[in-house]
T-cell receptor, first 113, second 114 residues
């Protein structure tokens, strides 16, 4: 069945280092992937997305990589800051109209000052 | 400001009581969603609506009800039939294909049974 999983439930990173959060998905039909950041007690915030016709997309301090061969998605955060501490979710869906969105459980990123 | 507004932020329910969580969006989005999040868990879909006056059950609809009388509003009622309602509830919306595929979330509502 469809599933979106994360390799590590918790990731601790020194401030200033780069963070890499990984995600595996199983639905080959998914063609749109999203990363969200969720701070404690708040709703998820959109970070960055990528379509399946791309391998890489960059935002401000963040990069998403998509490897369709192994159904793997990663979020890279450059120069991690204390404000980056949160739970990060990946999500998979299909573009266009209503499509079911499958969310991963989340990875908690802890930034060590 | 454009966005999704959920209220109340915190709500307490007594046993056997129905409560309603409000969700309003001014993004002109067609689709709206309700998710439930338990501590340390991912998001589970309760109900969704693709258009006004239409809604469909998600994965965990039992004990919940919704209505979609206006495009901007998608209230969720947690009924007494929901035996374990304590959770964080998230409302979300999504535009049509021309305006993007991303789902945007509200700030959430905490429901606690007392």
């Amino acid at each position: 069945g469809e599933s979106v999983g994360l390799h590590l439930p918790t990731l601790s990173v020194q401030e200033g280092d780069n963070s890499i959060i990984n995600c595996a998905y199983s639905n080959s039909a998914s063609d749109y992937f999203i990363w969200y950041k969720q701070e404690s007690g708040k709703g998820p915030q959109f970070i960055i997305d990528i379509r399946s016709n791309m391998d890489k997309r960059q935002g401000q301090r963040v990069t998403v990589l998509l490897n369709k061969t192994v159904k793997h998605l990663s979020l890279q955060i450059a120069a991690t800051q204390p404000g980056d501490s949160a739970v990060y979710f990946c999500a998979e869906t299909r573009a266009g109209g209503y499509q079911k969105v499958t969310f991963g459980t989340g990875t908690k990123l802890q930034v060590i000052p | 400001d454009g966005g999704i507004t959920q209220s109340p932020k915190y709500l307490f329910r007594k046993e056997g009581q129905n409560v309603t969580l409000s969700c309003e969006q001014n993004l002109n989005h067609d689709a709206m969603y309700w998710y439930r999040q338990d501590p340390g868990q991912g998001l589970r879909l309760i109900y969704y609506s693709q258009i006004v006056n239409d809604f469909q059950k998600g994965d965990i609809a039992e004990g919940y009800s919704v209505s979609r009388e206006k495009k901007e509003s998608f209230p969720l009622t947690v009924t007494s039939a929901q035996k374990n309602p304590t959770a964080f509830y998230l409302c979300a919306s999504k535009g049509n294909g021309n305006s993007g595929n991303t789902i945007y979330f509200g700030e959430g509502s905490w429901l606690t049974v007392v």
